[in-house]
């Protein structure tokens, strides 16, 4: 399924807003040995304590780096495939096969992702059904739930029943 010391996923956050989303996504990465990417500029300090609180004590297990930015991250994982989340997508997330290594990027909380990164490859962009009434969902509910798409389709976690 996938080598030990390589992350099972990559999460992507292109200059998030809000920490407390930050550090609940971190956890979920901890939780599937994902690895977390901060594309900056961020909304908050690295050291907020926001963060760190909603990281709670799993932060010092969290495998994360922050980057300056989206093509930097591109040229840190060259020939993944980067999955792009959108309201904006045709594509609904259940309609893809996700891969060990995958790339998941996730935009703003007040922006989402540039035009420009969504126009690179139209058929990357993925995203949740709802109802029109709703503008937008929680991103790190968002990413809780498209990380545990991926892991269903994985079988699961390595020695995890």
Not at 21 to 30: K, L
Not at 80 to 95: F, H, N, S, V
Request: aromatic share 10%; charged share 25%.
């Amino acid at each position: 399924m996938n080598d030990s010391t390589e992350p099972l996923l990559h999460v992507a956050l292109y200059q998030p807003d809000i920490p407390q989303n930050t550090g609940n996504i971190g956890r979920t990465c901890v939780a599937v040995r994902a690895k977390l990417w901060l594309i900056r500029p961020l909304g908050f300090r690295l050291d907020d304590r926001y963060l760190k609180r909603a990281g709670m004590d799993y932060w010092q297990h969290l495998d994360w780096q922050a980057v300056e930015s989206y093509q930097e991250l591109v040229e840190h994982l060259p020939n993944r495939r980067i999955w792009c989340l959108t309201k904006t997508a045709k594509r609904l997330a259940w309609d893809v096969e996700f891969s060990p290594g995958d790339v998941l990027l996730f935009g703003s909380e007040s922006r989402g992702l540039p035009a420009s990164i969504l126009r690179e490859d139209n058929t990357r962009n993925l995203r949740l059904p709802m109802y029109e009434e709703v503008r937008s969902l929680n991103l790190a509910s968002t990413a809780n739930t498209i990380v545990y798409e991926a892991v269903r389709q994985f079988g699961g976690l390595p020695g995890v029943d």
